[in-house]
């Protein structure tokens, strides 16, 4: 088993470590009391599975087929003049934000960061694409709107007058807790 596995292989690893440890316990009682001591090593084990999954299922992430898969359809859109990736001050969205980026890299697009949201947007929360004019988006930022909502990463188009022409920007803001 690995550490990086599914949440739920690891929660049933958990569970599998608290039988057996009370396996052991039980066992402690008739034979030998050094099995009180591997009872408490499972235990701490299936503590530490148990974290790991939770840590798991709490951070947004992209397995290797949602990786390659994206690569593959980003390929297939036209790239943006210029790619900004921001990241909530957050450790989860900063590693989130990283993931994307590779992938933009992979697919042969422009992207440059990961940088710090300003103060205004470190406490967002989702993906924003922004673009300069919000009136007249470049067509490459509904399309790539449309291909990240394939894959679950539900974007919300903003409006950043700072930017250049053609150009986009990717904020990932913490991750939304509903």
């Given at each position: 088993m690995r550490w990086d596995e599914s949440p739920r292989?690891?929660?049933?690893?958990?569970?599998?470590?608290?039988?057996?440890?009370?396996a052991f316990v039980l066992a402690a009682i008739r034979d030998h009391a050094g099995y009180n001591v591997g009872a408490a090593l499972l235990a701490l084990l299936g503590a530490l599975f148990a974290y790991?999954?939770?840590?798991?299922?709490?951070h947004r992430r992209l397995d290797a087929t949602q990786h390659a898969q994206l690569v593959l359809r980003l390929i297939e859109l036209p790239p943006p003049a210029d790619l900004r990736i921001v990241a909530a001050p957050d450790g989860e969205a900063v590693t989130f934000a990283r993931q994307l980026r590779e992938v933009?890299?992979?697919?042969g697009w422009p992207a440059?960061?990961?940088?710090?949201?300003?103060d205004?947007?470190?406490g967002s929360?989702?993906?924003f694409l922004a673009v300069q004019d919000g009136e007249d988006p470049p067509g490459e930022t509904l399309r790539l709107l449309v291909a990240l909502?394939?894959?679950?990463?539900?974007?919300?188009?903003?409006?950043?007058?700072?930017?250049?022409?053609?150009a986009l920007e990717l904020l990932v803001g913490r991750r939304p807790t509903a």
């Amino acid at each position: 088993m690995r550490w990086d596995e599914s949440p739920r292989l690891l929660m049933i690893a958990s569970v599998a470590s608290a039988v057996l440890g009370a396996a052991f316990v039980l066992a402690a009682i008739r034979d030998h009391a050094g099995y009180n001591v591997g009872a408490a090593l499972l235990a701490l084990l299936g503590a530490l599975f148990a974290y790991r999954a939770w840590e798991l299922s709490t951070h947004r992430r992209l397995d290797a087929t949602q990786h390659a898969q994206l690569v593959l359809r980003l390929i297939e859109l036209p790239p943006p003049a210029d790619l900004r990736i921001v990241a909530a001050p957050d450790g989860e969205a900063v590693t989130f934000a990283r993931q994307l980026r590779e992938v933009f890299l992979e697919a042969g697009w422009p992207a440059r960061g990961v940088y710090r949201a300003a103060d205004g947007n470190a406490g967002s929360t989702g993906l924003f694409l922004a673009v300069q004019d919000g009136e007249d988006p470049p067509g490459e930022t509904l399309r790539l709107l449309v291909a990240l909502s394939e894959f679950g990463l539900h974007a919300v188009k903003s409006t950043k007058r700072s930017l250049p022409d053609r150009a986009l920007e990717l904020l990932v803001g913490r991750r939304p807790t509903a």
